[in-house]
Each structure stands twice: as C-alpha cells, then as structure tokens.
C-alpha cells in the first residue's frame, strides 16, 4: 500500500504541488515572522551589548540605559573614578530626537530607528571595545564641531569639512555644526543616525548647560569582575541613583525590545493562520476530488485484501507528502519573505541591511509541524471515506462516491454560527468584560459556521445566478449552472475558501472608513484652533518653536500638550500634559463638561478618561501613585472625562505638574488660535517661514490635521490589505485547482458533450461561468459577514471614539465585480486543459 500510495503522489505532481501551495504560502509566514525577528532581535542584542558599560549607574527604577529627563551630578563622575576595583569612568549625554538634514534639505532617518545625540568620549563598553571607531577625520574638539556615522554621512552627501544641518527637541530647534569626523559603529545601528558632539555642547544643548549626566559607566580593572565593581560602586550612590552590572542593563534593554517586537510576530502569524485556514479547504477539496477519481483503484485494493485502515491509511501518505513537500518550500519562502520584510522596513527606516538573517532550530520545527498538522487534519476526513468504498464499487462501470447527507454538517454550522452570533451579541449588548474580544470570538464562530452550511446557504444565490445565465447563455449557461449545483459541498468549500479572505477585507474596509469618519467628526467637534503645529514624524520639537509662533503677528492664543511613557499604579501608561487655562480656548476635552473638567486639572492631579479610571477602578478623589522619568510621586484623580478619538491621551496632567515631576520640556503639539479679525493668509505665511527650514515640523489647519491623522489608518489598510491579499490568491488557486481537477473528474462527460456538438469555444465558456458562479458566492457571503462583523466591532468601540458608522459600498462593489474577473482568470488554465482533450480519447477514458 506504501509503494502504491508513493506512485500514486508522483502521478499526480502537478494537483498535489496546486494543494501543497496553500501549505507553502501559510508555512512561509510562520517561517518568515520567526527569522524577521530572530534577525531584528540579534540585531538589537548587538546594539545593547555595545553600548553599556561594565556598570552602568542610572537614575532608580529606570531600566533605560540611556536618554531621559533624569540627570546625575557630573561630579560623581570623579568620585566613581576612584571606587574599588574601577579603571575608569565617564558620563554620558544622550538625546532620542536629534536628526540630520541632508544637503538636498531632506530629513535622514526619524520613521523609524531615533536620531540619537550623544557627547564624546572614549570610555569602552562592557565588551571593552569603543561602540564607535573613527575612519575619516578627528572626533569634535570645540563647540559646533560634530562627528557622524558612516551611514548617515554617505546618506546626506557630507564630507569631512562640511556644514552639516542638524535639528533637535532642545531649545536650539537648529543648529550648523562643522563635520569633523566620520565613524563605523561595532556593530549594526538598525538605521539610526548618531551625531556626536563635545561633552559641554551636549550639555548645552540637552541639559540647560549644567554639569549632569543622563547615566555613568564605570570601567572596570584588569581582575575586578562586573558583579565585584558594582558591589563596590553601589555604597557610593546618593539616594535615588542605582548601579547595575553592564550584563543586567543589556538584558534588560533586549528583553523590553523584545516585548515590543512582539507584535510583529503576532501580526505575521495571524496572516499564517488566516492563510492555513483558508488553504485547509482547497486541501479537504482537493482530496475529496482525488479520492472520488481514485474509486475504482482504491475498491480494488478493498476487494485484493486492504483493510479499511490500510487504504484510509495511503491517502494520508499522500498528504504527508503533500504537507512535507509543502512545508520545505514554504520554509524556503519564508527566508525570502524575510528579506523582503527587511527591506520594506528599510523604506521606513529601520535599515536592517547589514545584519545577516538568523535560522533558529525553532523555525524549522514550526514550519514543519504546522504544515503537517494542517495538511494531515485537512486531509483525515476525505482519508476516512476513503476506507468506507465497498469492494464491491471495483465491478461497476459508473463509480461514484456517495457525498453522503449534509444533515449533520448543516447542523454543526448552524449551532456553531448561532453561539457565536451569542457571543457578538454579549459583547455587543451586555456589560462583560473586554467585549471586543467576545465579538471576534463570534465573528469567528458565525464565519466557521457558515463555511459549514455554506453548501445550502449557498443554493439560493447560485439558482439567482443560474436565471441569469440561462437567458444570457442558453444551454451552456444551464450547464454551468448544473455543474456548481451538482457538487454543492465542493462547490461550497471552494466558494468559502474565497469568502474568508473577502470577510475580512470587507471588514477592515468597514472598519478603516468608520474610524477615519470618526476622527474627522471628532476634530470637526473639537478643533477651535485655527492651526495646528506638531512633528510630521511623531517626534517631539524644539520649545523655541512655539516661542516663536506667539511673536507672530496676528496670533491671539499658543497652547502646547508635551507627551511621555509613566506609569500610573505600576501599569505603564501614555501621559498627556496640557495647560488648562489655554487648552479650552483650542480644543475640547469633554464636549459636556470641558470648562469644569479643565478647571479641575488646574486646582492639581490628573484626569482619567473614564475608560482607564473604570479599568484602575479609580473615581473623582481618589488617590494614585505615578511614575515620570523614573521618579514615583503620589497624586489625585482631580477628575474624568469621555474618552473620544482626538482627546490626547488617557492620562492628563497640567503642564506646571509635568515639569514639577520631570518631564521633558520639548513640545509634541503646539496649538494657534488667532485674533478675531486677523489676516489669516499673513498669519499662515508667519507660521511656514519659522518651519521653512525645520523637515521634521510641519503647520496644518483643520483640513490638514483632519487628512494626518487618517494617514496612518490607510497605511495599515493597505498592510492588511496586501496580505489578506495573499489569503485570497490562495482562494483563487483553489478555484483553479477545483475546475482543473472536475475537468479531469468529468473527462468522458467533457468527451461525449463534444461528440454531440459541443464547441471548443463553448466549454471554455461553461467552466468560466461556472468559475465564476464560484467566485460571486464566495465574495457576496464575504461581503455580507465583512459588512455585519465591521459594524458590530464599530458599535463596541463607539464609546471610545469611534461614534460614526461609514460602509465603503462603491469600494465593496468593487471588490465584487472584482471577484467576477477573478473568477474568469482562474477559469483559463482548467478551460484550455479541458477544450484540448481528444474527443474519442475522453469518451474512453476512464
């Protein structure tokens, strides 16, 4: 049985290899997410290794080795020198949000790695090497000198010698230094760009001019371990400042790097899943095809002596073949994958081009066990009819497989799709907790479920179709008809494959055009502002900016809002800092309550929007500890307002209690009323002239601040677009596979309906219309589950923002008359194949 099931794969290769590609897109996910970020992660491991010292000496609860509002008094930088054990030491300055212009004025870098500023010195890490070595020229010496790294200099066409344009978040919003050297770093940057300055510039220009730190290291002598340096260093700290061992402080930077990178995985896997999913169907059909075709074979073993067991048991050798061959080529495609993602996240400036790609033992046994499991589960159920065929099935001419009765599937569907039309509904109407979750728990249970009673559910709209085709066609626009009706669970399973790809594009289209109308409602509400200045790369500007606009002629109010990572009850949270005497005069908190809520901020605490304060269990007085820069505090919940999608976060401070706590003095936005009466043409004029010269600050008025914010909504779109793309194309490669193996299913049919008069011409036209007819059903039920599934995850996120419902129709329509066309594409391989056969041959066949 071994050896025939073998032969019987490698007389097949061309359908198997058609079902082994939904294996090889799903594996290749899997396969390309882990070695992505294997390679982003070993990369950052490198990073952090190199730039900590043997100890590192850091302001308490901060587990950030560099950067911060948190400062350390230069002269315990001497005091450190001479501890026990310690060779050296040398404080750091470290900016997050300093980048270079290139000569063509364009902004290198800021979408993604930082642009770091950073003072000289040649104080060694823990792995005792320089993280930067010198190549060209010598390390700055003076005020407005600057040394570069090799990438960046090559990026924006500076030599050494040059007048390089820099521009920061400190109070000198842009600055021409002199490029006195160019450096090579020990290892990759992952596309951040580093310039360095002289120790008392950085100070200048980061920290106010005093003579502090952001952190120390402490180099160790020959024979001091790290452990023995930091146990002597630690009873030299002044309260509030903490020591750590070079090791400690790298692992804990890789492992919050790490955490962050997670979501890269979880998203790539998610598609892995929707694309296995959606390929188990093509394998179920694909195998109940073969095993139907192979009737008359597979009787024959039974009446030779093969056990039920035995022959269920060869079809399952046949997908273990499909699902190894799969597996390998997917892993394969994985690792191009990979590079690919790597250089798409070098278009938006994570440059990972010189990091080389890891292959952990953990891919290759992913890959290979979720191509198996699928492929064998997918493969079990046509295996097990399979070994139900009578040997008695060997004698007959016509052998056929029984589909058997729906009865028990229809029901399975409907109870499944009914609990989890329960679900959505408890999410939807009922107070439990985290109903977001609850609906898509539904959403997948009613979309399994209709899969399953897809074959009745189905029946309706293919007779729809069928009166159409039967007057626009005549005879073989029946024949078409027919054929999809004759199979309604092929039919169906093919037609689902295609529906889950189209529900969840519909469903995302639903949902991106309900958030962006929200947003622009919301700032329409909201905005009283006649202009808005912030960062066009998310970054925080220099406060001179906003100095500047309040000089502007015609500029009546300037209100700024800072923003910055805390902790609030030991939670990590996103803090907004707001000034509550100006911010009501620009925009709105709480429509209903604005002025007392802002009246509130003003007396001290914070404000909760009332999400986050029924989430911390929190109420109007109540107490709170909080976290800014490494520094606990206690606090008041001075109030609550309703959260809405342009509030600025769901932590709010005044910006007199952000200072008085650390936090940065940099602006995030910068709000502009005008005079009533102002020539708003002038004034605008006024506004662009001060960021003429300033790439990463941008002026936009409602209309702009509208169209910004919606920006990043259709990026992700079309990310998600593009790879529930791939889903769909594996849809379409089911339909294909489907038509092809019916055609061969069906070759004395196609013989004797030629001998008749049927033309060339004609069969092609049958099966594309068939096609068809098996494309519009999987799009109308996808279109119908994506709509309903859209508007249900609006109304359970209304109350957090998103209040308006917006259904895309001319973009669903297209995706319909877009499932038409595919539906006539895949239609052409199969047509051909089948318009080719020779008429005498396909009447014997058998």
């Known amino acids: 049985m071994l050896s025939a099931s073998l032969k019987s794969v490698l007389g097949r290769k061309l359908r198997l290899l058609m ?127 600057i040394a570069l790294d090799a990438r960046t200099a090559k990026t924006g066409g500076y030599a050494v010698g040059d007048t390089v344009r820099v521009v920061t978040a400190g109070a000198q919003a842009q600055l021409s230094p002199k490029l006195t050297g160019i450096m090579e770093s020990s ?29 120390i290291w402490v180099t160790r002598a020959d024979g001091t371990s790290q452990d023995q340096l930091q146990a002597a260093v630690a009873p030299l700290l002044p309260e509030g400042l903490d020591a750590v061992t070079g090791a400690k402080a790298a692992e804990q930077a890789q492992s919050q790097i790490q955490e962050s990178m ?8 998610i598609f892995a899943a929707i694309a296995l999913v ?23 073993f039974r009446a030779i002596g093969a056990t039920r067991r035995q022959v269920t048991r060869s079809v399952l050798v046949e997908a273990l073949a499909v699902g190894l061959v799969g597996s390998t080529i997917g892993l394969i495609v994985g690792v191009l994958l990979a590079i690919g993602i790597k250089l798409l996240f070098g278009f938006i400036g994570l440059d990972l081009a010189g990091a080389s790609l890891v292959f952990a033992p953990r891919t290759v046994i992913a890959a290979y066990a979720v191509g198996l499991v699928v492929t064998l589960f997918a493969a079990y159920l046509p295996a097990r009819r399979a070994g139900k065929i009578p040997p008695v099935a060997a004698m007959r001419d016509d052998v056929t497989l029984s589909e058997g009765s729906m009865h028990r599937r229809v029901i399975a569907g409907t109870v499944l799709a009914g609990v989890g039309a329960a679900a959505m509904g408890a999410g939807l109407f ?99 502002a006649d202009y808005l200045v912030s960062n066009a790369i998310g970054q925080d500007f220099s406060p001179s900016v906003g100095d500047q606009v309040a000089k502007v002629d015609g500029v009546a109010t300037v209100s700024r809002v800072r923003w910055g990572m805390g902790k609030v009850n030991e939670g990590d949270e996103w803090v907004a800092a707001l000034d509550p005497a100006s911010f009501g005069k620009v925009s709105t908190l709480d429509a209903e309550h604005n002025d007392d809520v802002l009246a509130k901020l003003a007396t001290g605490g914070v404000l909760l929007d009332t999400d986050k304060a029924k989430e911390l269990g929190l109420k109007s007085g109540d107490k709170l500890s909080m976290t800014l820069q490494g520094k606990p505090f206690e606090t008041t919940v001075a109030g609550t307002f309703a959260p809405t999608a342009t509030a600025p976060a769901q932590v709010v401070m005044s910006l007199q209690a952000w200072a008085d706590h650390g936090g940065t003095a940099s602006d995030g936005q910068v709000y502009v009323l005008t005079r009533p ?26 209309a702009g601040y509208a169209e910004e914010q919606s920006k990043p909504i259709n990026q992700m779109l079309m990310i998600i677009y593009a790879l529930l793309g791939l889903a769909v194309i594996i849809a379409i490669l089911g339909i294909i596979n489907t038509l092809a193996l019916s055609v061969i299913e069906r070759t004395r049919e196609i013989g004797l309906l030629r001998a008749v008069g049927l033309s060339r011409r004609q069969l092609r036209s049958m099966l594309r219309l068939e096609s068809v007819v098996i494309a519009i059903l999987g ?50 391989w199969p047509g051909r194949r089948a318009a080719k056969m020779q008429i005498l041959d396909a009447i014997a066949a058998e």
Not at 278 to 300: C, D, H, K, W, Y
């Open 779 to 828: 799009a109308v039920l996808g279109i119908v589950l994506g709509v309903a599934f859209g508007i249900a995850i609006q109304r359970a996120l209304a109350d957090q923002g998103f209040s308006t419902l917006s259904i895309p129709w001319l973009q669903l329509v297209g995706f319909l008359l877009l499932a038409g066309i595919v539906g006539v594409f895949a239609s052409v």
């Open 262 to 269: 997670k979501f890269i995985t979880y998203f790539l896997l």
């Open 278 to 300: 959606v390929g188990s169907f093509i394998i179920v059909n694909t195998f109940s095809i073969l095993v139907a075709q192979r009737m008359r074979e597979l009787a024959l």
């Open 19 to 145: 079902s082994a590609i939904a294996v090889i897109l799903g594996v290749a996910f899997v396969s390309g997410s882990f070695v992505f970020t294997d390679t982003l992660s070993k990369s950052f491991d490198g990073i952090m290794s190199s730039s900590v010292g043997d100890v590192v000496v850091r302001p308490a609860g901060s587990e950030v080795t560099m950067g911060g509002t948190q400062t350390i008094p230069g002269s315990l930088v001497e005091t450190l020198a001479k501890a026990p054990g310690a060779a050296r030491a040398d404080g750091n300055v470290t900016d997050y949000s300093t980048f270079v212009i290139s000569k063509q004025g364009k902004l290198i870098g800021g979408t993604g790695a930082p642009g770091l500023g950073v003072n000289f010195t040649d104080g060694p890490a823990a792995n005792g090497n320089s993280m930067f070595t010198l190549t060209h020229g010598a390390w700055p010496s003076a005020d407005g000198q």
């Open 187 to 215: 290892g990759s940057l992952v596309g951040a760009s580093v310039v360095v300055w002289t120790t008392p510039q950085a100070q200048q220009l980061y920290l106010q001019g005093r003579d502090e730190f952001n952190d």
């Open 677 to 702: 009466g102002a020539n708003l043409s002038a004034v605008s004029s006024g506004l662009d002239a001060i960021v003429a010269d300033l790439p990463t600050v941008s002026v936009k008025d409602i």
């Open 430 to 528: 009922t107070s439990i907790p985290k109903p977001v979750a609850w609906i898509g728990v539904g959403i997948l249970g009613v979309l399994l479920g209709v899969a399953l009673t897809s074959p009745l559910v189905g029946r309706p709209l293919i007779t729809g179709i069928g009166a159409i085709y039967r007057r626009a066609f005549g005879t073989v626009g029946v024949m078409a008809e027919e054929n999809a009706l004759r199979n309604p669970r092929r039919t169906a399973a093919t037609a689902s494959a295609l529906m889950i790809g189209v529900t969840l594009v519909s469903m995302m289209a639903v949902f991106g055009a309900s958030t962006k109308q929200s947003i622009a409602k919301e700032i329409d509400a909201n905005f009283k």
